[in-house]
């Protein structure tokens, strides 16, 4: 299950500072914050997996890491952490005294010290037999295996140590959906489920590529990196059935809270432009090259003329992903086309309502991509952790082989793990990188995969 969060409102339609769209509708607002609901959905439940999106812009790494590993011990180790920096200046203004957010590309120069630091206290501060509740000794944790990790980097000055005992799976599932040139860096380095979001299969190929090719100059197992596309089905049990039901949704939809989301996603405000207006012929740069991307991956939408119009309706539903209409054989052989001409494996489902949408595809799609032999029938490790069903290896807790926080886990001088990188090979390293440098550390959605 993942879970998308904000830390502001959508105030640019209409804009500047203007949330009464975004209030009016339910536009992404009111927004809860997710972690807390987690803990009480992990205790009502054994093997579900829950992604949570967490900005590393405004919440020291120090304070992150507690309470990432807090839950990861409540959940028997079923968290994942979608890392993002943060991209609303509505976020920015409540977070940071008033003062703008910074610029992408050092946000994301501060996220990679940042994910350095959780790193080293989630699996370089205590060494992984560090607790021996040994009640004739005294002793609840061995001191000497516990250390600080004496960060001091250019943003941030950690001394440690972390003050979790080493959760189930250490550091959480590690999620990332940007597919700007920093953010495709950013995922070939740690990202283990990457979310991506098109209108078609050819319009994420070339960043799945770019991120897999990536991630093995970096020593990293391509075939370790999960894509995730986000897919909205509307199902029927017929094709006719489906489209009515395509054309019920779509006539609730808020025109104004669909121009709110997009003008939270892009920054672009679509207020000055008539409903019938062609949007290539504007004058904003912005809006014509994202209209040319649409045209290009989708050239049937009204003919090829996008207008704003168009735009909103086309966002009601499904939102900037792909919006798939028809029957379950429709569907599924349109999630086929997906894995084979995207690369992708798996999707994450979106919702047009709440809960038929899961609904629809429990019983009509899921029996289907099953009886294709395409979907899992059960968890692979029921009870398991999130990294194990994710990876469908059994005892693999911690981060795979090849990836920088794998790394970092300080293991007792012979212990040796029992799990496995994906492609099969030992899944673990004995020791933090080398035994003689153990003293020196500074160097809501439903996922089908």
Known sequence: MFIADVLGGYDVYGGPKNLTPAIKSGAQWPVNEPLAMVSAMAAATESLG?????????????????????????????????????????????????ASQAEHDERYAMCEEYMEVVYKLWNSSWRSDAVKL???????????????????????????????????????????AGTSRAGKAFAAKHAEGIFVSAHSPAAVAKSIADIRDQAVKLGRDASNIKFLAKFCPILGRT????????????????YEGALALFGGWTGVDMAPYKDD???????????????????????????????????AEHIMVGGLGATCVGTPDVVADEMERWVREGDVDGFNIAYAIMPATFQDTIELLVPELQRRGIFWDDFHVPGGTYR???????????????????????????????????????????????EEEDESLDPMSMQLS
């Open 134 to 176: 040994d009640r004739k000794a005294g002793i609840y944790t061995d001191p000497t295996l516990v250390r600080e990790i004496n960060h001091e980097g250019k943003y941030f000055n950690v001394p440690g140590p972390h003050f979790c005992q080493p959760s189930p799976q250490r550091t959480p599932v590690i999620m990332q």
């Open 388 to 434: 194990e069903n994710l990876f469908e290896l059994k005892g693999q807790h911690e981060p795979l082989l090849g990836h920088p926080a794998e790394r970092m886990i300080w293991r007792a001088p012979k212990e040796e793990a029992g799990g496995t990188s994906a492609n099969g090979t030992n899944g673990y390293t004995n020791g933090y990188h080398h």
């Open 277 to 311: 207006e062609e949007l290539r012929y504007v004058d904003s740069n912005a809006i014509k090259s994202y209209i040319e991307g649409l045209i290009k991956v989708a050239p049937d939408v009204n003919g090829g003329k996008w207008t704003k119009k168009t735009l």
């Open 239 to 254: 094709q006719e059935e489906a489209e009515e039901k395509y054309a019920d949704y779509v006539q609730y939809g808020d």
């Open 50 to 98: 829950f992604g949570i999106t967490i900005s590393s812009s405004y919440e020291q790494p120090y304070h992150l890491a507690r309470r990432m590993s807090t839950v990861d011990h409540l959940s028997g180790g079923r968290v994942g952490w979608n890392v993002v920096t943060g991209y609303l200046d509505s976020a920015a203004r409540n977070l940071t005294n008033g």
